[in-house]
């Protein structure tokens, strides 16, 4: 079992970012997969969750109306659509799989990639 997040880079506050988690050794219908995030000095925090069955939770109000998550399960891929970016989204950000959204532990957190949102 892997994931591997990447699409991170430099973007200019309100600009858009997409975000991509490769997995690998499990299929995304029988899998929920978690964005995370870790800014410089903070604990990590989750960001919101796609379930098996394709349904989205929130982790964290702040993104609310600006990220969304969507999947492509042909190509075993999860994504994190990131839109109107402030300097306070700048973060490492992570993904990672559990069976549910809630409830359950998230395992096999694969290397990050960084968001840093600067003008």
């Known amino acids: 079992v892997q994931l591997q997040a990447s699409g991170g880079g430099l973007v200019q506050p309100g600009g858009s970012l997409r975000l991509s988690c490769a997995v690998s050794?499990?299929?995304?219908?029988?899998?929920?997969i978690g964005w995370f995030r870790q800014a410089p000095g903070n604990e990590r925090e989750g960001i919101l969750c796609i379930s098996h069955s394709g349904d989205t939770t929130y982790y964290e109000d702040s993104v609310k109306g600006r990220f969304t998550i969507s999947r492509d399960i042909l190509k075993d891929t999860v994504y994190l659509h990131m839109n109107s970016l402030k300097p306070e989204d700048t973060a490492v950000y992570y993904c990672?799989?559990?069976?549910?959204?809630?409830?359950?532990?998230?395992?096999?957190w694969g290397q990050g990639t960084l968001v840093t949102v600067s003008s």
């Open positions: 050794g499990f299929r995304l219908a029988y899998a929920a």
């Open positions: 990672a799989t559990a069976p549910w959204c809630s409830g359950y532990q998230f395992v096999s």
